[in-house]
């Protein structure tokens, strides 16, 4: 074949195309264009098709649902054994950052615990065995405001009937910052409104490889946990040795600046909108879990009167009558002190969610009480 | 409005007769004050809401770029529609990014138009004049004035008020190009070209956000050559297959090379790199760059070729240069190219003496530095190559020139202390970095991510630039057509993994 110039432009290389040449080109171009229409055609029609995340948005092949019957525990199980989202389908960041896609809009719950991993060891076998609620575990590792904002309006958004809702909330909700920047990635189109915007967003190698593991999972691979639950302290040997107090986000715990001004949280302003739009009558039970004593601004501190307003403005949002609570455990208290009750200085330990998961039954079930006497 | 002084040195500043400089400068932080407010009241693009359209992002390729290439087909035969055409998508291209810029972008082509029409129409120079005057002082403002803000306050001692200004995208670029254009119509070496495609000219898209930089006379006359004239075939295969060269140096090198270079730098000067971590940084930095930047260029001049157009050559191969000299012949070459003309030349280049040569040389090679980045270490950067390009210069006059693989080596050495200036964020962090390169963070470690590097050195070294590649008369074999379109096809899966990262050089 010989070689031929690629006439370009005036001043470029000599025009010498002849006809064939140009067919041969023709069917290079061709070709390029036909192989890249149908690699991208066919996953992307395979990706919406067989529905990685089990998000419920298109017919899909009819593959089994990410939680569906395996898993042990579910709704009402007795247990709370800790089965690691890392089964089967990712490490247990990348998992529940997907995984809740499904857990959030699944009917066999009807109530569900959101927050960080502040949160995530409240069991919701424990709280529904207490409340007879059917509890879901929809924290996120790591995640900031709006990202738990996103996972309560997913969830919302296919249980407008919910029995409760449990906000574990910590010093993430205090930010100033209008932008509520994230502390790492979270896929908020798997939860938006739009299916426009999980199409665009759906054709990616993660979302290829999460389809054919949907698929091996329809096959009979390892299930996640059916109600959501992962116990990041199973496994791990517990050594927590209380050292120099790292600096903390959020509340400015260390922070000797005066609190001049009120300011205001656009975390707890979106947060308003949210609850604007749950019916009354559903209850909601803000939690503002535990930390080591050290994680904790002096008494007195600016830092101290910056938290203390803050606790306040986050209380306000639990005053929705019967069964809705605010649970303050975030204080310098004997559990606060205690080494044996932490992982490390933000992590408490199952000893410390156990007593907070009653306390959370025992406001909800004031609501059933309530109910009971007026009935 | 903000205090000029928190520490009462205002006044005594005032005692000394500047009160009116001081004053002036209040009063530009009042309207940068109240620009920015209304700012925050004028929606950005659409970017806010659907992410950002780089050449790799998901939707520039699958649907903007398909429709642009469409269009512009669908009316090729008539040279003013699918000129139009060229524009809309290149105004739809920027104003993604930042619709509130438009006005700018526009309102900088037509005054340097009008100027060169006042020009044409009176014969007298200052329309010429007052054009430079005004893309300077939009660059200026825009991008320097904090910058300069900073040099009075250090001067005076008084704090000052900052902009905070945002900088428009590819400033810099689009107003080196009408800067070059309005110096050629001084020279007498451009005409008056009609609006429509000396607006082209400027917002083609290809090449509007980082460059190649081009001069009116690369590009204009083309606008009138017939896409659909013979060769079209091999034009658009040429573009498709540089286009995806560029995007998987892109996607699989540059971005991962600024996955080990990002997180090392941002760790100093807090922590001092050990010898291992400090020579990945460099490394993988150094190679980032070239693989960034050059892949930008390969998918511009593809793109370009997809519309029946040519841009510049902008690299070849620049880390395989013996010698300084070389490198700049090598490396942005349309930037050299526009620094030799219009600034190392009128500066005196070297036909008037050493002194007036090493004026020059420094002189233009800070401003290259300087036109990089508001800041010290860009300006310092340019002049660490203009005191390298001294040097190779004098060596070169001794007639004793350097066995090839030690004038590689040391030529490389060279151009990586100097990308640790261009990365690191202030002198502290470089000085840190350049210390622990020779072992003053420790000799222990070593340099991760091997199998990256050499993968990315081999690239940087090995793959012709797009210019070469075009001349080297390829053939048309399917299976390259084949394997292109999988690994195009691999890396439109891969960008979808998260938001696409920016090229380097958008902020420039």
């Known amino acids: ?61 009819g593959l089994r649902g990410l939680f569906d019957g395996l898993g042990r525990g579910g709704h009402g199980a007795a247990g709370g054994s800790a089965q690691s989202g890392a089964a089967g389908f990712g490490d247990t960041d990348t998992s ?44 996120v590792p790591g995640a900031n405001v709006r990202e738990q904002l996103a996972m309560m309006r997913w969830f919302m958004r296919h249980h407008s009937e919910a029995g409760a809702l449990v906000l574990a909330l910590d010093e993430r909700w205090c930010v100033t910052d209008p932008a509520l920047p994230l502390r790492t990635p979270f896929p908020f189109w798997l939860y938006s409104d739009s299916n426009w915007v999980y199409l665009a967003n759906a054709l990616s190698t993660r979302t290829l490889r999460d389809s054919f593991r949907r698929v091996a999972f329809a096959g009979g691979a390892a299930a996640i946990d059916s109600a959501g639950y992962s116990d990041y302290e199973a496994g791990k040997t517990w050594s927590f040795k209380p050292g120099k107090p790292a600096p903390a986000e959020g509340f400015p715990a260390r922070d000797d600046r005066p609190f001049q001004r009120e300011p205001d949280f656009p975390g707890l302003i979106l947060l308003d909108a949210l609850l604007g739009e749950i019916p ?79 306390e959370i039954a025992a406001a909800l079930n004031t609501r059933r009480a309530a109910e009971a006497g007026h009935d | 409005m903000a205090r000029v002084s928190k520490d009462g040195r205002s006044g005594r500043w005032q005692r000394r007769g500047t009160g009116a400089l001081l004053a002036s400068i209040e009063y530009w932080h009042c309207l940068a004050t109240a620009v920015n407010r209304a700012w925050e009241w004028v929606p950005g693009g659409p970017a806010e809401r659907f992410g950002k359209m780089l050449f790799q992002s998901q939707g520039f390729i699958l649907l903007f770029l398909p429709v642009a290439v469409a269009a512009y087909y669908a009316v090729a035969q008539w040279p003013a529609a699918r000129q139009s055409v060229l524009i809309i ?37 200052w329309p010429l004049y007052l054009g430079v005057v005004l893309n300077l002082a939009s ?39 009408l800067i070059s254009y309005l110096v050629d119509r001084m020279r007498k070496d451009a005409p008056l070209y009609p609006l429509r495609p000396f607006a082209l000219f400027v917002l083609l898209f290809p090449h509007l956000i980082a460059g190649p930089i081009v001069r009116h006379n690369e590009l204009v006359p083309q606008f009138e050559l017939d896409p659909r004239r013979e060769g079209v ?168 020139p350097m066995p090839a693989l ?58 012709p630039s797009a210019h ?37 050089y958008f902020q420039f």
């Open chain 1, 1 to 61: 074949m010989k070689r031929q110039a690629v006439e370009i432009a005036p001043g470029g290389v000599e025009p010498n195309e002849t006809k064939s040449a140009d067919r041969l080109w023709r069917r290079f171009a061709l070709a390029y264009l036909g192989v890249f229409a149908g690699i991208i055609g066919i996953v992307y029609v395979f990706i919406i098709a067989v529905d990685p995340y089990d998000s419920g948005r298109f017919a899909s092949l």
């Open chain 2, 139 to 177: 660059l200026a403002t825009f991008k320097y004035l904090d910058f300069l803000i900073g040099i009075v306050q250090s001067v005076i001692g008084v704090d000052l008020p900052r902009a905070h200004l945002v900088l428009p995208i590819g400033i810099s670029f689009f107003s080196f190009q």
């Open chain 1, 280 to 358: 009354a009558k559903t209850p909601v039970v803000i939690v503002l879990p535990p930390q080591f004593y050290t994680q904790l601004p002096p008494a007195g501190t600016g830092g101290a009167r910056f938290r203390d307003y803050c606790k306040w403005q986050i209380a306000l949002r639990a005053e929705r009558g019967a069964g809705s609570a605010f649970l303050d455990f975030l204080v310098d208290s004997a559990i606060a002190r205690n080494p044996e009750n932490f992982m490390d200085e933000e992590h408490y330990r199952t000893n410390v969610a156990a007593m907070m998961e009653a």
């Open chain 2, 468 to 504: 070469e590649i075009k001349d080297m008369r390829p053939l048309p074999w399917p299976a390259i057509a084949v394997t292109a379109a999988a690994l195009a096809g691999f890396c439109v899966l891969e960008v979808g993994n998260g938001p696409p990262l920016n090229f380097i």
């Open chain 2, 233 to 400: 075939w091999a034009r658009t295969s040429l573009g498709l297959f540089l286009f995806t060269l560029g995007f998987a140096k892109k996607v699989l090198l540059a971005d991962r090379l600024a996955e080990i270079a990002d997180p090392l730098f941002n760790r100093v000067p807090r922590h001092m790199l050990d010898l291992g971590e400090a020579w990945t940084a460099t490394l993988a930095f150094t190679f980032q760059l070239f693989c960034d930047f050059s892949a930008y260029t390969e998918m511009a001049i593809g793109i370009a070729l997809l519309f029946g157009l040519l841009l510049p050559e902008n690299f070849r191969r620049p880390y395989v240069s013996t010698s300084v000299r070389e490198f700049w012949r090598r490396w942005h070459i349309s930037l050299s190219n526009f620094i030799r003309d219009y600034l190392y030349i009128p500066l005196g280049g070297s036909r008037h003496g050493v002194p007036r040569y090493v004026f020059a040389t420094m002189g233009a090679m800070g401003i290259c530095g300087l036109w990089h980045g508001a800041g010290w270490t860009y300006v310092v950067w340019g002049l660490w190559h203009g005191f390298g390009l001294l040097v190779c210069h004098g060596w070169q006059s001794l007639k004793r």
């Open chain 2, 89 to 125: 998508a290149s105004l739809v291209f920027y104003g993604w990014w930042d619709i509130r810029f438009i006005p700018l972008l526009l309102g900088q082509i037509g005054a340097s138009w009008l100027m060169s029409l006042f020009y044409e129409r009176s014969g007298r120079r």
């Open chain 1, 96 to 139: 529940q950052r997907t995984g809740n896609v499904a857990l959030g809009r699944s009917p066999r719950f009807n109530a569900a615990i959101f927050g960080n991993s502040h949160g995530q060891l409240l069991s919701p076998r424990r709280l529904s065995q207490a409340t007879g609620l059917a509890f879901v575990q929809l924290t």
């Open chain 2, 406 to 463: 030690a004038g590689w080596a040391v030529t490389m050495l060279f151009v990586m202390v100097g990308w640790v200036l261009f990365r690191a964020a202030d002198f502290h962090t470089a000085a840190s970095v350049l210390y622990s390169l020779v072992g003053g963070g420790g000799f222990g470690g070593r340099i991760q991510s091997m199998g990256l590097l050499i993968a990315a050195a081999l690239v940087s070294m090995l793959v």
